[in-house]
């Protein structure tokens, strides 16, 4: 009677360990850190082109470090950077007013731009690992008026200076650019 307690016993306590452990397992991959992949999914409909602008209302220059007008939102994860590997930062090709690639920029970083698809956000860098210009833009599905606020980031005096409000608006993708 007492070795059949006993095998009863062991057999529900090797069914609650399998069972808790399928349990964790489960939990382990429906874990908070899924969310944060979520949130740097890639939204299909903000590729393309934007014309950038500053808080009054032109187009931005080059007061705005680094920056350029046009940007074409890309697909491609931005290559060198430990961020990119988790698909967190993607290509941006900077444009001329004319749709031409601007210059290269200088410095650790090339211009990108990654999205928050759990707030509806993307943020365009200009930093190129010292300084540049940001822009964080509201980015509702079905809207080709991004609008949001810019900021640039200096390696030396305040750290960050506040440009104020901006917005991008969709323009065609010139053939070239």
């Known amino acids: 009677m007492k070795r059949t307690i006993r095998v009863t016993t ?11 452990a399928i349990v964790g397992m489960a939990w382990w ?20 082109c934007y014309a950038l602008f ?11 470090y680094n920056a350029s007008p046009i940007v074409r939102l890309d697909s ?21 007013t004319l749709g031409m690639a601007r ?17 509806d956000t993307i943020r365009v860098s200009f930093v190129n690992g010292f300084s540049g210009a ?3 833009l ?15 980031h200096w390696d030396f005096g305040p750290g960050t200076k506040r440009r104020g409000a901006a917005h991008a608006i969709r323009v065609p993708c010139p053939p070239w650019g």
Request: glycine share 10%; charged share 25%; proline share 4%.
């Open 54 to 64: 500053g808080a009054d209302g032109r187009r931005i220059d080059t007061t705005y």
């Open 10 to 20: 062991v057999a529900v306590l090797l069914s609650a360990a399998a069972l808790t």
């Open 134 to 136: 940001e822009f964080v």
């Open 138 to 152: 509201a980015a509702p599905p079905g809207v080709d008026t991004l609008r949001g606020r810019a900021a640039e």
């Open 29 to 48: 991959r429906s874990r908070p850190e899924q969310e944060a992949s979520l949130r740097r999914a890639l939204r299909g409909d903000l590729l393309g």
């Open 76 to 96: 491609a994860a931005l290559a060198g950077t430990i961020d990119s590997l988790a698909g967190m930062w993607r290509q941006l090709a900077a444009l001329d």
């Open 103 to 119: 210059r290269t920029t200088r410095g650790m970083w090339a211009p990108s731009w990654s999205a928050d698809s759990l707030s």
